[in-house]
């Protein structure tokens, strides 16, 4: 079963109401008059629309900085940094583009079985 994209960002990155009531919810973080080295060029960080916290395990946690301070120390094209928050719009996209099948998935193990079917193909 192939994945709508449309419906999968849509669901993904359209909220129906606000997630934080207004009195509450955070100010818009003011953009920096320019980005290093580059006074026309927006950083990248501010061309994304959405904030979304989610939990995971300590060992979670632990493995995706482990991956970050690798990807890091091991290029030698510094073009951009890449965070935490890198590697998991890479997750979203790479699950974008699996073939997944969301038939009757009853809980997080059933669709990590699901997923890693979908990625060893």
Do not use: W
Not at 9 to 16: A, G, H, P, R, V
Not at 69 to 86: G, L, P
């Amino acid at each position: 079963m192939s994945l709508d994209k449309a419906k999968v960002k849509k669901n993904l990155f359209e909220q129906t109401g606000p997630a934080v009531p207004a009195a509450t919810a955070p100010a818009p973080v003011p953009a920096p008059a320019q980005a290093a080295g580059d006074p026309l060029r927006t950083p990248k960080f501010l061309t994304f629309e959405v904030k979304l916290s989610i939990l995971l395990t300590a060992g979670q946690l632990e493995y995706i900085e482990r991956l970050v301070h690798e990807i890091m120390r091991n290029r030698s094209v510094k073009k951009e940094r890449i965070t935490k928050n890198t590697v998991l719009r890479c997750l979203v996209d790479l699950l974008q583009a699996l073939p997944l099948d969301t038939k009757d998935i009853a809980d997080e193990d059933e669709l990590r079985r699901r997923l890693l079917a979908a990625v060893r193909g």
